[in-house]
């Protein structure tokens, strides 16, 4: 069973910084881009930033230049790096796991809140 385990958000002042972390188990992520995923009260969920398993990256014009996003392979785990944060960055943070070549392998965590406030 795949398990996603999302670590590191919390209640940060504006300007601050916090690294998520989301540890992936359970089958062989090869292939699997991983992403992070927000969404904030009474909005829908959006990308933030994506890795893919070749090491590209995108990010959300939202987030350019304060986020950075890496994955350590061997750990199966992904990281989202947030500096200069700011209250519109206040959400519930969501780990994403999916693969390359098929639809049906599409994994969630369960979510972390960050919460950016003075």
């Known amino acids: 069973q795949v398990q996603l385990v999302e670590s590191g958000g919390g209640l940060v002042q504006p300007g601050g910084s916090l690294r998520l972390s989301c540890a992936a188990s359970?089958?062989?992520?090869?292939?699997?881009?991983m992403g992070w995923y927000r969404q904030a009260p009474g909005k829908q969920r959006e990308l933030s930033a994506g890795i893919t398993s070749g090491g590209s990256t995108n990010y959300a014009d939202s987030v350019k230049g304060r986020f950075t996003i890496s994955r350590d392979n061997a750990k199966n785990t992904v990281y989202l790096q947030m500096n200069s944060l700011k209250p519109e960055d206040t959400a519930v943070y969501y780990c994403?796991?999916?693969?390359?070549?098929?639809?049906?392998?599409?994994?969630w965590g369960q979510g972390t809140q960050v919460t950016v406030s003075s």
């Open positions: 359970g089958k062989t992520f090869t292939r699997y881009t």
């Open positions: 994403n796991v999916r693969s390359e070549y098929s639809t049906l392998y599409n994994y």
